[in-house]
């Protein structure tokens, strides 16, 4: 017997590590498999980062220091990004981390989370995690996240509910609508769950799209989460934020680590968001991605490929194919350096998640695509 397993947690021995890419980048590959943004971080936010690790005497005065533990600099751009308080927000490494903080404060034995059957796997961990039952909404027909569904199954042992929106990895959006029906509902319960919404990809999608943190104002139980890896182009950097009301983030605090946010990343993270260069570059690459997002869709419907449209950095496609043949395909991509993701799901479809790259990337793949389908 494993020396181990006589000390591990019951519901850990159970739980698959997070499959996250870990291998080198072959050069000269494409990597259009981890939803960035192929246009990278700004030139002022580079530049930012070199002059903090430089000036001896600068905000950070050495990076041989503990960053600022609370982020209150970062906090404090955020307060004036979103026009809520600074103790409103907390800074994470990444969201990952962000999620399992509320996994750890919040999860347990006795408790259910309610999520969809085709979402961020990073969900599905933490409740694994922490021992809590996870329970699955089915995804509408157009692979919609199914709103009323998730409605009905609230109730009185629902911790939180997870609502990606945009999607991951499907890409669709739950409309202002719907959003705001969800909430009434929410509202009508004697006791609410937390309600998680997760806009990662928010800067992505269409005029229409709802943003959370406008529904917070006498909703407790609504946090919002946001990350600086997507658009912005930080993901080596990892940071992400929850905005949520202060109560809730107390609780957050007592079981976070006192070190989450390097200084260098806080710096990157406040210039990205208030230096002008910075915004009208992180524009032009929107614009740019959304450009080459409708070519993809285009050249995938003149083919009569199975994919979903999308209001994220990415497309998933092939979905009528089986397991087997997803791999089949992503190996052959790979021997083409293009990595892509395949995505396998128990209870719902599975299927290859394009992230939109730069354009020689993206032809790169429709080329491959057409030799290979």
């Known amino acids: ?42 030139p002022a936010v580079l530049a930012a980062i070199k002059s903090a690790a430089e000036e001896a005497n600068g905000p950070l005065a050495s990076i041989s220091r503990y960053p600022d533990s609370s982020c209150s600099a970062l906090r404090e751009a955020l307060s004036r990004r979103h026009g809520l308080p600074p103790e409103w927000f907390l800074a994470g490494n990444g969201l990952d981390d962000v999620i399992n903080l509320l996994a750890l404060a919040v999860i347990d034995s ?10 961020f796997g990073v969900y599905a961990s933490a409740v694994e995690m922490m021992g809590g039952r996870l329970v699955t909404i089915p995804m509408r027909e157009d692979f919609s996240i199914d709103t009323e569904a998730i409605a009905r199954a609230a109730g009185s042992r629902t911790a939180i509910i997870f609502l990606c929106n945009p999607n991951n990895p499907t890409g669709r ?24 919404v997760d806009q990662a990809y928010e800067d992505f999608a269409d005029s229409d799209f709802p943003d959370a ?32 009301h202060p109560d809730l983030l107390s609780y957050l605090y007592r079981v976070r680590q006192p070190y989450t946010v390097n200084a260098l990343a806080q710096v990157a993270a406040i210039t990205a968001m208030e230096d002008e260069s910075a915004r ?13 997002r409708g070519k993809l869709e285009l050249f995938l419907r003149e083919r009569n490929a199975a994919y ?66």
């Open 213 to 244: 943190t406008h529904y917070m104002d006498g909703r407790r139980y609504v946090a919002v989460l946001r990350t600086f890896s997507k658009i912005r182009g930080l993901a080596g950097l990892r940071v992400g934020y929850a905005a949520a």
């Open 1 to 42: 017997m494993d020396y181990f397993r006589r000390i591990i947690r019951p519901n850990v021995l159970s739980l698959s590590a997070y499959s996250a890419e870990s291998a080198p980048v072959p050069e000269g590959a494409a990597k259009i498999s981890a939803n960035e943004n192929g246009f990278g971080a700004s």
């Open 280 to 292: 009208a570059f992180e524009q032009a690459a929107r614009a740019e991605i959304l450009r080459e």
């Open 110 to 119: 006795q408790t259910e989370v309610i999520a969809p059957s085709m979402t």
């Open 308 to 373: 979903i449209p999308s209001q994220a950095n990415f497309v998933f496609a092939f979905y009528d194919k089986t397991p087997d043949e997803l791999r089949a395909l992503a190996s052959r991509l790979a021997e083409e350096k293009i990595l892509t993701r395949t995505l396998i799901h128990r209870r719902a479809p599975s299927g290859l998640r394009f992230s939109i790259g730069t354009p020689e990337e993206n032809d790169r793949l429709m080329r491959a695509l057409e030799a290979l389908c």
């Open 173 to 196: 959006a739950t409309t202002r609508a719907e959003l705001e029906t969800l909430l009434d509902c929410l509202d009508s319960l004697p006791a609410q769950p937390l309600l998680v």
